[in-house]
């Protein structure tokens, strides 16, 4: 159980570290008295560091919702939180190839053909491909974006890293994730706003999602939470050859 207390403080302060209040003039923001929301649907191969990611394509989103939007919002967004890792560079789609690589519909599919996904590696010098899938989304407060990615070597054709969760603002535990991320990372910057803006504008709360799943790769181990479903795409064996 996490408990979150945001105050501010008025009146005289100490000195001393800390937030010493002289004449109750101390007020709560705001209190989360639930779990925030952790993403727990996902998969890292236990050997990551050893196929030594430098340079990652990430492939087209694809939009599984009615919003025509979808991808024209995330892309930009998912490319700088994955930046902001500084784990790897990220290499846009050249455009002559984006045709060719949005041939891969792994999630429909459950395989795909590992010596064209090499072929590609060679080709624009990348080490991975991040194909990513959006599986829900509500621009309306409150928001809603649920997600499926996963990161294929290409010179292995090795799942390295994959995730599907759905981030949706009805749930008290994201409300709660939402409140912490703005505290964290956008009071300063926006102190004209409150948390709210989280959940009723599309850019904030996809830019909270996208920084919580790039988050995901930080943790070095198999979350024993993972479903059937996730594990077969993360272990699933490459086809080499064409059937």
């Known amino acids: 159980m996490r408990n979150i207390l ?6 005289l302060l100490s000195l001393s ?5 002289i004449n109750n ?27 030594a ?10 939009n599984e919702t009615s919003n025509r ?10 490319i700088n939180e994955l930046a902001k890792l500084n784990k790897f560079e990220i290499i846009p789609v050249p455009s002559d190839i984006e045709e060719e690589i949005s041939t891969f519909n792994i999630r429909e599919k459950g395989t795909f053909y590992a010596l064209h996904l090499y072929d590609i590696g060679k080709r ?60 964290e990372n956008l009071r300063f910057s926006h102190p004209l706003y409150d948390w709210t803006i989280m959940m009723s504008s599309i850019r904030y709360f996809a830019q909270m999602v996208c920084s919580d799943v ?21 272990t699933m064996e490459p086809i080499y050859s064409k059937r």
């Open 124 to 183: 624009y010098n990348v080490d991975a491909v991040i194909f990513t899938s959006i599986t829900a989304y509500s621009p309306y407060e409150p928001c809603v974006i649920g997600i499926n990615t996963e990161m294929i070597s290409t010179y292995s054709g090795i799942v390295l890293w994959a995730l599907n969760e759905v981030y949706d603002g009805k749930l008290r535990s994201v409300e709660n994730l939402a409140k912490t991320y703005y505290f």
């Open 17 to 21: 570290a800390g937030c010493s209040v």
């Open 69 to 78: 939007d979808v991808s024209k919002t995330l892309k930009p967004i998912f």
């Open 25 to 51: 003039t101390t007020k709560a923001l705001y209190t989360t008295n639930s779990d925030l929301f952790v993403a727990t649907n996902y998969f890292i191969h236990p050997d990551y560091d050893y196929f």
């Open 214 to 234: 790039s988050q995901t790769m930080n943790d070095y181990y198999i979350m024993p939470s993972m479903n059937h479903n996730l594990l077969n795409i993360a």
């Open 6 to 11: 945001i105050l501010i403080c008025t009146g």
């Open 53 to 62: 990611v430098k340079r990652v394509m990430l492939a087209p989103i694809k």
